[in-house]
């Protein structure tokens, strides 16, 4: 799509809280753009963790991700938005009666104003120090499939949630699964860490991957703890779940106020740019808890906060929706 489009509020980032942002800026009668760099709606929960189940949303004691974001996207097309897929936003004008964003396909999108719901921007897996010449023969950074672990013996190194989650997950598939973490604590959710001392995971802390060995593929990790001698177990799998590099992109050359490669933003969900908005993983403030459930109300805050700048008559208190 290129050309000029004119719209209400543009959404950048169609992660779980920009899908939510674009429903409810719908239901507050606004006109919405929503647009990705990523081919499909989602952000890092399809492209990543489809599979992964969720257990901090609201109404729901579990959900798979790729189930929260097909919900997410039925809610959200109920806006009816003008979907740009595949687009990155590129540069960026503000002017006192609106905001301006041209993508790199040449798209340009007017609006009275720009909220950003990016999750961390683009993301690139740290690596594991060694063994890095397996990638696509056994080693992997995540895990969009469990099915395609079945059967194999895998290796889980990191301690955050994701590797903890992936561990118990990938335990229901796999012959067998070792977590190898290089400190005694894991950054995981405790009720995850539970889990899995109450699972049939082996935990290998604090130890560190020293090597992958195979032929062809992965077939055997060697791990060692601090002064021990190294130890190899046979495996046929390794998931390096040690997280991600954010990365702003062009973003980075907007002038926005950041802390920690995030964006600033104050209550009313406001950057230090006029007409935009940030909210989800993306926004930083004092006491900022990055949860998927508090990026839902950040999202519909920043919606309610400008809503006065799409139209003087809106409100910034919306009342119940049970009263439309």
């Avoid at 901090?56 to 919900?71: C, H, R, S, W």
């Avoid at 995540?142 to 989650?165: K, M, N, T, Y």
């Avoid at 519909?300 to 409100?315: D, F, Q």
Wanted: aromatic content about 6%; hydrophobic content about 45%.
């Amino acid at each position: 799509m290129t050309g000029t489009t004119v719209v209400d509020l543009l959404v950048l980032g169609a992660g779980p809280a920009g899908l939510y942002a674009t429903y409810y800026a719908g239901f507050r009668g606004m006109r919405v753009a929503l647009v990705d760099s990523l081919p499909q709606v989602g952000g890092q929960v399809a492209a990543l963790y489809p599979e992964k189940l969720v257990y901090d949303i609201a109404g729901f004691t579990a959900v798979k991700g790729q189930e929260l974001v097909d919900g997410l996207r039925e809610q959200a097309l109920q806006a009816q938005p003008v979907l740009m897929l595949g687009h990155t936003a590129a540069k960026l004008e503000t002017r006192d009666c609106g905001i301006t964003v041209e993508t790199d396909l040449g798209a340009r999108i007017e609006a009275a104003a720009l909220l950003i719901t990016g999750g961390v921007g683009s993301f690139v897996p740290r690596e594991l120090p060694v063994g890095n010449d397996y990638l696509g023969r056994g080693l992997r950074y995540f895990v969009p499939r469990l099915d395609e672990l079945a059967g194999e013996d895998v290796v889980v190194v990191g301690g955050g949630d994701s590797a903890v989650d992936w561990a118990l997950a990938l335990e229901q598939v796999a012959a067998s699964v070792t977590l190898v973490h290089r400190r005694p604590v894991f950054r995981a959710h405790e009720r995850s860490v539970a889990a899995l001392g109450n699972s049939g995971v082996r935990v290998l802390t604090p130890h560190e991957v020293v090597a992958i060995g195979g032929e062809n593929r992965v077939e055997s990790v060697t791990v060692r703890a601090r002064g021990d001698e190294p130890v190899t177990l046979a495996a046929g799998a390794v998931v390096a779940a040690l997280g991600f590099i954010a990365d702003l992109g062009p973003l980075d050359s907007w002038g926005l106020e950041q802390d920690k490669r995030r964006i600033v933003v104050n209550r009313y969900q406001q950057t230090s740019l006029p007409r935009v908005y940030a909210a989800g993983d993306i926004s930083e403030y004092p006491g900022k808890v990055r949860l998927m459930s508090v990026g839902f109300g950040e999202a519909a805050a920043a919606v309610n906060n400008l809503a006065p700048l799409v139209n003087p008559a809106l409100s910034t208190t919306p009342g119940h929706s049970s009263d439309r």
